[in-house]
């Protein structure tokens, strides 16, 4: 008779989020052994390339086709029976994987969207990496891959930064980004559905356009309803592959329409979940005539918690609640105290607002397209035109944050990369 | 403005599987050129190999592991510019992916699952593989990557099989299979979340365990509430990659928990719906004194369309409803006519069934897992144990459709591979 009881709880999501420590270990169980060793990034090991490339120009195709990585990446095999084997910084170059491999077939996969900034001061920073580090580690639980110690998942980052930041980031290019995308998938060849039994860990640092630079704002195409992102006891929270592949269609069809991203929509209510892979916010006044910073709930697990989206939120409740007016003189006009609000909202409430005068701005956050505000959204045979403004809440929490990425503002959130001066 | 009204329908899940034998144009109708290149399998390349491998003993670990494919393998490259380059068959390697490929990020990758029959007659048949094929482009088509006439993928699936069946499936191993992995994943370098422009096609045949041997039969555990597998408006119905990996973790905990697989409720109803990657059917008498055979509906698309599910459907149909009378006198006893219902029905309808004493037998049907009893539903807290019945209703269809696969019975479904002997 198999066991029961307590132990099913495990099965639950909650459950698998308290459990995530213990995943890499708890797989081991049945063996009696000693500890299988854990990802270290004091062990890392160098093999630097023979063969560096030029970085691209600033505005070039490659940048824009976000393929071009920087000359390193740094890889970590782990396997049930051995565990983690000391991570490699080396040449960046094709993986060999065997067909049969589980992440062609079951998208035994997860990763993170991280940047490498040129601060004006000429400093490297990241922002915020132990968060993204910490969500890598819940997204991996999620998908059967292996656990880790999040802080040494944020050391290895950094390892490649100092190494490839320098040269693909010069200090010449102050403003400027790479993309950090810490992957995770499932190398084992069985073929069998089951959870792996080997898996690779690795980092590159990418050429990648900047995405919020648009003066016409996004347009968003309300998700059709037999058309859904996720949903709850699913896996819309964890940043897995099988969050991405699915939703290609549609977007591409919205694309093919001329819009820009999908505004996912969730259940009969039309509840506001994302819009593309960012979060989404609304500002508007209420019934009653509190403005407010709202944007969809973490409790049901189908929306990503976004660094941006926290920050965001985070930024707001201490900058906004009583207002903002400027002290530097670069923004025009005082913005109203807002109320941040986190809960469920639905098109119906944006529509009403939007009839009745009330609504104010709309934006997306996320790290790829940072903050880009919503200049339209379509909702089943209804244009929503939503007005940009130069100097609104979107557009001055996108300010702070940039100043905070950039170096113009001294913030903990900002981690400083050392640079050798080679 | 974006264009609006009735291309918007595209965008719904019924509208992605209407236009499927669009998809590969569709993508390139901005650009107004002659027709790309389809997939044609009469374009074949062959390269053999040089280093033949010995081919695993039955009941040997190679084969219990699933990682062990044949001499050759077949793949095809597709690009958005260049449509489909001729199909290769060539010695099974490691394939080789920048980090980048957009499989490894977002789960852009479909499979099929088939099996290679060695017959009691001694000749290789496939089972209905038109129905994996037509499967295979509805499932590529969902996930974003390209269409092709699925005769082409059938005819290159046969073109494997007849290079490596003889060897690999030996005269004198009758009634034993290769497991055939028709794959699509997207290789496209593009690291931005986007319909892939890239796309590798590849078939491999496996060593593959038989799983349906087991006499003490399946236990199976109810899912929580809060872990679901799919979702109407999501892919449950199609064989993507996002089906598989976000269900590992349940799958695990239920293994350690000592069941075979999750049975996987769905709604507040606790509608059941598939068993592990299988499909699930219950035999039971209804409080009117009628036998049935039911098993869940294809209409919300949240299970899969699967061969097995069909065909046993048909076989029901066609030789059950007036009951069975064993000819051969290999069976001991009749079977009462049953009716065949597709319908949603739930964990309480069971439960009320095997409280009163009317549940007769339930089982699973995939192509993997073949056609196995279940012998234990643990559903929060109780366990309904199940007679596995040596002469019902799951050995009697399951000795039909394996009379068909290795020859016993000539029919329709069973389609030869010529073996040219070597």
């Not at 490649?160 to 400027?176: A, M």
């Not at 949903?231 to 549609?250: D, I, Q």
Request: aromatic share 8%; charged share 20%.
């Amino acid at each position: 008779m198999p066991m029961e009881g307590s132990s099913t709880s495990k099965l639950t999501s909650n459950g698998v989020a308290k459990n995530i420590a213990n995943t890499a270990q708890s797989i081991s169980t049945a063996q009696p052994t000693t500890p299988l060793p854990e990802l270290d990034a004091s062990l890392l090991q160098k093999t630097l390339t023979n063969n560096p490339r030029p970085v691209p120009e600033l505005n070039s195709p490659e940048i824009a086709q976000s393929k071009t990585c920087t000359d390193h990446m740094i890889t970590a095999s782990w396997s049930v029976t051995n565990g983690w084997e000391a991570p490699e910084l080396k040449p960046y170059g094709p993986l060999s994987l065997m067909p049969t491999a589980s992440v062609l077939h079951y998208a035994t996969e997860c990763f993170e969207g991280m940047k490498l900034y040129r601060g004006y001061d000429g400093k490297l920073r990241l922002f915020r990496p132990n968060l993204n580090c910490n969500r890598m580690l819940m997204s991996s639980s999620r998908i059967a891959l292996p656990g880790f110690d999040p802080l040494q998942l944020e050391k290895l980052v950094m390892a490649l930064c100092e190494q490839d930041g320098s040269k693909w980031l010069p200090k010449d290019r102050p403003g400027n980004f790479l993309y950090i995308r810490p992957t995770m998938i499932a190398s084992d060849s069985t073929l069998g559905v089951q959870r792996p039994k080997e898996a690779l860990l690795y980092i590159i640092l990418c050429c990648f356009p900047v995405m919020d630079a648009s003066t016409a704002g996004m347009k968003l195409l309300a998700s059709q309803d037999d058309m859904v992102r996720a949903w709850p006891g699913g896996f819309g929270y964890a940043k897995v592959g099988a969050n991405y592949g699915p939703s290609l269609v549609a977007q591409g069809e919205a694309r093919r329409m001329g819009y820009d991203q999908i505004l996912w929509l969730f259940g009969d209510e039309c509840n506001v979940t994302e819009a593309g892979a960012s979060n989404f916010f609304v500002v508007w006044k209420t019934k009653e005539g509190v403005t407010q910073l709202v944007t969809a709930p973490l409790g049901e697990k189908i929306i990503l918690d976004g660094i941006t989206r926290r920050s965001t939120l985070e930024l707001a409740r201490t900058r906004l609640v009583n207002g903002w007016t400027p002290t530097d003189g670069s923004l025009p006009g005082k913005l109203d105290a807002i109320e941040v609000v986190e809960r469920k909202f639905t098109m119906k409430d944006i529509e009403e607002a939007y009839d009745e005068g009330r609504f104010i701005e709309a934006f997306v956050a996320g790290t790829a397209f940072f903050v880009g505000q919503v200049s339209l959204i379509h909702f089943r045979g209804k244009d929503l035109n939503i007005e940009m403004r130069e100097h609104g809440y979107a557009t001055t929490l996108k300010g702070w944050l940039s100043g905070i990425m950039y170096g113009k503002e001294k913030h903990e959130w900002a981690v400083i990369v050392n640079e050798t001066e080679s």
